[in-house]
């Protein structure tokens, strides 16, 4: 089993910047994909960004340019380092681990943008 627990959400405003973290613990190991998700009130989650095991990475469109998505294997962590942060990034964002051996969720953090 993996557990993902996010951090660094919080309120910022317009322009601003955040960072968060995702750290996880238990085994991972093989080729992953690790990512960050978020859902707006009324909305489906979306995805954000996601950086393989081999570093490779992909962006929405909406945070291209914006939002820097990294990962630290020997810390078990992945980043999400969002700048020129807008209203419409408000969201609960969630940190995904998608494993050979199944896929895991952490239970989310916060952010909210002020205009």
């Known amino acids: 089993q993996v557990q993902l627990v996010e951090s660094g959400g919080g309120l910022v405003q317009a322009g601003g910047s955040l960072r968060l973290s995702c750290a996880a613990s238990g085994k991972i190991f093989g080729r992953n994909v690790m990512g960050w998700y978020r859902q707006a009130p009324e909305k489906q989650r979306e995805l954000v960004a996601t950086v393989t095991s081999g570093a490779t990475t992909n962006y929405a469109d909406s945070v291209k340019g914006r939002f820097t998505i990294s990962r630290d294997n020997a810390k078990n962590t992945v980043y999400l380092q969002m700048s020129s942060l807008k209203p419409e990034d408000t969201a609960v964002y969630y940190c995904?681990?998608?494993?050979?051996?199944?896929?895991?969720w952490g239970q989310g953090t916060q952010v909210t943008v002020s205009s």
């Open positions: 995904n681990a998608d494993l050979i051996y199944g896929s895991f």
